[in-house]
């Protein structure tokens, strides 16, 4: 493709075809390839300043807020990319709308790009279409279901489980590739032990008609629910006459499910409040993590086959890639650098450099994001940074601003592998084959949990970063349209597939990129959530597995558990007898106090528990805002609580959970 000539300008033709059929008309209409967003606030602000070299390690997601806190590094205010003497360019306000001006600005990040000779060290990675049959192979391993065509995987019993708990549409979405195996195999005459699909989910005498009540109470329960709207956050009615709607994602019914009875579109979406709270990413152990994220994949893949879009993975093939360095080397590596000086650093150290430099010079400044830096200055500075960064003898206080923001793109787009994977690259552009806005978000809330932990947390703190931006907009003149459409060729133009499109599908694909970015922008409070209905299949993992793990045990071990579980049981007795006389124990093992009783009440939350403990706890050394109630054992491993959590009703959803507060970074 070639981009040699500037898009500053785009020919009148193509101008023509993309005024009339790829971009919202002002009026807030919606196209049919595009949705109608308008901007979330985020409240989230920078740690104070510390040098380069001594900072403590990025504390990653905060377990009470959801939100990463960038640090600074030391750099005067004063140096500033100045535009004076430019003729202001006429930014559109709008939010409801990708203008034509926006894309502009989409073509002349491109161009950029292309003036720029991004990686010209760097191998290109090839990107393949998996084989008939292999794609559904690595599904089923991906979702521990391996045991289902290879008897010998190790995963049986964890097999059996998980396929218990799942709903109808994600049955379906396992038989369907199961099927597709089987029959795929046969046409290369393999031997094969694919069982029959009616064989795997062939359901027991007693449990059959527990499934039709359930799912029976699911219908009820989701056709009936109450939904709010709200008029740009004011009561309205549901029948309002035009302005914007505001309603709830519901969390609590399988997106899946969800998309086989509802088919209405509404304009804007809030997390659903629920008194058992909110589960953020972050908030569970890794063993309940794993089991998230199988359930996921399952759940995205029965969305996208009730929806009739056939997703085709991509597979990288190896490539040689840097070992060390800052640009142009794996996300992986540069966090094992990292975390080799600074432990538990989540998100690069020169990512949290290059935001925290960006703001210390003022996010006032007009075009912060999208006018560029001098092309040989950016250059000049990544060989610098490169050899001085480690060492702390970077002189960021010579670092302009436009300079540094454009450094931070690069440092993006050259990642070898791109930041939204391989793997899921193709499912994050068919987001918008969804026929409406819920499911977009829906789809795109399970697509946030797959990704692996270190680019699902670099992902956030970008995303929390423009919204910063964003928020400036008043006089920065970067909105929520602008911020999307400059960020969206630097994100979704990776290396090696950037040389694979033409021009005529890099048209097709600006403004539905565009349109991704703005909803990951506009709606990261949701996209980090694990909706509740997967955290509920967890939980019946979880008590399926500690019944078949008595069950199972030799005879011996089986006694001497049985009389454990007696003196245990008397235990959560005299617990139980606690709770029904009206108070719970909540065990603080880190402190001096070491427990201490809290009166149950129907409206005792989280945040009561904490500022009773705080009130008692004389010695505290750690901040408010780092200490969690924790919901542990029983049917989950451990969760941190939201503070808007009611903990009678989740007493009633885990009846022999135990409450500990401790540091949420312990």
């Known amino acids: 493709m070639s981009l040699g000539k500037s898009r500053a300008a785009v020919p009148s033709k193509l101008h023509r075809n993309f005024h009339n059929n790829a971009v919202l008309n002002m009026s807030g209409q919606q196209d049919e390839k595009s949705v109608v967003l308008t901007a979330y606030i985020s409240n989230s602000e920078a740690l104070p300043a510390v040098s380069c070299k001594d900072q403590p390690g990025f504390s990653g997601p905060s377990r009470k807020t959801g939100q990463y806190n960038v640090q600074k590094c030391r750099a005067p205010a004063a140096v500033q990319g100045s535009s004076s003497g430019r003729v202001p360019y006429q930014r559109c306000s709008s939010q409801d709308s990708l203008d034509e001006h926006a894309m502009v600005d989409y073509y002349k990040e491109l161009e950029i790009i292309q003036r720029s000779g991004d990686a010209e060290h760097q191998e290109e990675v090839q990107l393949k279409v998996a084989d008939e049959g292999e794609q559904e192979e690595a599904w089923l391993m991906e979702a521990g279901l391996a045991t289902l065509f290879d008897e010998s995987a190790s995963d049986g019993e964890d097999s059996i489980v998980l396929l218990s708990t799942l709903t109808r549409t994600q049955a379906a979405a396992v038989e369907r590739r199961v099927e ?291 928020d400036h907009k008043d006089k920065n003149k970067m909105t929520l349209n602008n911020v999307a459409v400059v960020m969206a060729p630097n994100i979704f133009m990776c290396k090696g597939f950037r040389s694979k499109i033409s021009e005529q599908q890099e048209f097709a694909m600006a403004t539905g990129t565009a349109n991704i970015v703005r909803l990951l922008i506009q709606y990261q409070n949701l996209l980090w959530t694990i909706p509740k209905f997967i955290l509920n299949q967890v939980r019946k993992q979880n008590t399926a597995n500690q019944r078949k793990m008595n069950r199972d045990r030799a005879v011996k071990k089986l006694l001497k558990k049985m009389a454990y579980d007696r003196e245990r049981n008397s235990d959560k007795q005299e617990k139980n007898t606690e709770a029904e006389g009206g108070f719970i124990r909540v065990q603080a093992p880190q402190f001096s106090m070491v427990s201490m009783a809290v009166q149950l009440t129907e409206d005792l939350k989280a945040s009561d528990v904490l500022t009773r403990f705080l009130g008692q706890e004389r010695s505290l050394s750690v901040k408010r805002e780092d200490l969690c109630l924790y919901e542990m054992g029983g049917n989950i491993k451990e969760r941190c609580l939201d503070e808007e959590t009611y903990i009678k009703a989740l007493l009633e959803l885990n009846p022999t959970a135990e409450w500990f507060i401790k540091s949420a970074q312990h």
Request: charged letters at 30%; hydrophobic letters at 35%; aromatic letters at 6%.
């Open 180 to 470: 597709t195996l089987k029959q795929t195999l046969r046409k290369r005459n393999k031997p094969y032990s694919v069982p029959d699909v009616r064989e795997i989910f062939k359901p027991s005498p007693s449990s059959e008609s527990k499934e039709n009540e359930v799912e029976s109470t699911e219908r009820s329960g989701s056709s009936n629910e109450e939904v709010k709207t709200l008029g740009n956050g004011v009561g309205s009615d549901a029948q309002g006459s035009g302005a914007e709607t505001e309603t709830d994602i519901n969390l609590e019914v399988s997106f899946s499910e969800q998309a086989l009875i509802y088919k209405e579109e509404l304009k804007d979406f809030k997390v659903s409040q629920d008194k058992t709270g909110r589960t953020r990413v972050g908030d569970l152990s890794p063993e309940d993590m794993k089991k998230v994220r199988r359930l996921v994949l399952i759940e995205m893949s029965a969305l996208f086959d009730t929806c009739g879009i056939e997703l085709k993975a991509h597979k990288a093939l190896k490539v040689k890639v840097r070992e060390s360095g800052l640009f142009g080397v794996p996300l992986s590596t540069l966090l094992e650098q990292d975390q080799r000086r600074i432990p538990g650093t989540k998100v690069p150290l020169i990512l949290q450099h290059l935001i925290s430099h960006i703001e210390e010079q003022s996010l006032d400044t007009e075009g912060v994001l999208r006018i560029p830096g001098a092309a040989t200055r950016v250059k000049a500075v990544c060989q610098e940074l490169e050899h001085t960064f480690y060492d702390g003898m970077f002189p960021w206080e010579s670092l302009k601003q436009h300079d540094a923001a454009s450094i931070l793109k690069l440092l993006i787009r050259e990642l070898p592998y791109p930041l939204l994977t391989v793997e899921y690259f193709n499912a994050f552009i068919s987001v918008l084959k969804l026929p409406n806005k819920k499911q977009q978000l829906q789809a795109l809330n399970l697509l946030v949990l797959l990704l692996p932990e270190p680019n699902r947390d670099t992902l956030k703190a970008l995303m929390e970063f423009f919204q910063r931006v964003i």
